[in-house]
């Protein structure tokens, strides 16, 4: 198997030449909050987007392009929506429109000219980045131990990589004869992918250089100080050999500061592959058996605070790379995300609308109101 083979050698060697002991067990950097990162307005609404799109999706889809309420009414855990379904239609007038349906007088949903256009644009986009998506879904997959990945893991983050709802439900138009699905055993159906030997680099090798000589970027909080023994360590770490996620990592002490080193660049690599470059840290828990990462992986987030960011925003807890929003070059645009902020716009106008519905219930108007746009670039 690739998780065995691949560049075992070099690992080999890596093991036997470097003395793998933990230096610092104990770190633990402040955390210091960072309103720009708590503010990023594609990451703050992605939650809420993901279940917008969802239900445009069932619109979209069906034969009328409109749906009865009833019919998708009783689904709020399907969809991820808390309040009822109806109700959470109605907050984006932007994107759905409400009529009287044909018989019972029964609300009925089809998406406004705005919304229908835009997922017009939407699957353009998919299909002139079939490729760049079909390699996202490759190289997540080449990650993990055996290359090959249960089906459960690759739908949970079809969403991060930037894949459509339906993406596995049209294997020949979506995947190549790379991709192969398998039995995994105790009914457990897989995705593997065939590796053919060609040396894969991560975004750090592709940014230094593919060697074992790579450090992370670093991009501290400002006003964030560290003690003298954490500096210490963490330029020792910095120091460590570099364990690509795409290489074989079984030689490795699980305790060692350089297997550390490999699941930070690991974590570094996932989000480098989603659409913002950011997850729910519970939300990759499922991920610690398929690759080879240690029980409290989440602690790493903690320890590498000057590498990843942790927002606490809507009652949960958000893993973001700091890299791609300090060093804007450094990481690859993912294609889809642009449209992704064309909807998050006009799930904003429907703020408006409502706004304005509300004044001329009281017989208020909405001039000079001014909508202020979070999602700003970083500048400094």
């Given amino acids: 198997m690739f998780s065995i083979s691949r ?7 890596l093991a036997s030449s470097f003395t793998q002991n933990r230096t610092y067990v104990g770190v633990y950097m402040k955390w210091k909050k960072d309103a720009y990162f708590d503010n990023i307005e594609h990451i703050l609404r992605s939650s809420q987007l993901k279940s917008v799109l969802a239900l445009k999706n069932c619109i979209a889809q069906d034969p009328d392009r409109c749906i009865p309420i009833s019919s998708v009414s009783k689904k709020m855990l399907q969809f991820d929506v808390s309040v009822k379904i109806a109700k959470f239609l109605r907050q984006f007038p932007s994107i759905f429109e409400e009529f009287v349906g044909p018989e019972h007088n029964l609300p009925w949903f089809r998406l406004t000219p705005e919304a229908a256009e835009l997922h017009r644009e939407e699957k353009l986009v998919y299909q002139n980045s079939a490729e760049d998506l079909r390699q996202r879904l490759r190289k997540l997959i080449l990650m993990s131990k055996d290359n090959v990945l249960p089906l459960s893991i690759v739908q949970g983050m079809k969403w991060y990589l930037g894949l459509p709802d339906d993406y596995l439900q049209f294997p020949e138009m979506n995947l190549d004869s790379s991709f192969r699905f398998v039995d995994m055993g105790d009914g457990v159906k897989g995705l593997a992918v065939n590796y053919n030997g060609e040396k894969i680099l991560s975004v750090l090798q592709k940014n230094q250089g593919d060697d074992s000589e790579i450090g992370f970027p670093l991009f501290p909080s400002k006003g964030c100080r560290l003690r003298v023994k954490i500096e210490d360590w963490l330029k020792e770490f ?73 927002s606490m925003k809507n009652k949960t807890c958000t893993a973001i790379l700091r890299e791609p929003y300090r060093d804007k070059a450094s990481v690859e645009t993912h294609p889809v995300l642009a449209v992704r902020k064309k909807y998050i716009q006009l799930m904003k106008s429907s703020e408006l609308i409502l706004k304005s519905r509300r004044s001329s219930s009281y017989g208020f108007s909405n001039e000079g109101i001014v909508e202020r746009d979070l999602d700003l670039d970083f500048e400094g």
């Fill in 7 to 13: 560049h075992a050698q070099t690992l080999k060697t």
């Fill in 238 to 310: 910095q120091q460590l050999p570099y364990v690509s996620p795409y290489d074989d990592y079984s030689r490795l002490d699980p305790c060692s500061d350089v297997a550390e080193k490999r699941v930070v660049g690991f974590l570094h690599e996932l989000l480098c592959l989603f659409v913002d470059h950011s997850a729910e840290r519970k939300k990759l828990l499922c991920l610690k058996k398929h690759f080879g990462l240690p029980q409290k992986v989440h602690k790493a987030f903690e320890r590498h605070p000057q590498i990843f960011y942790l």
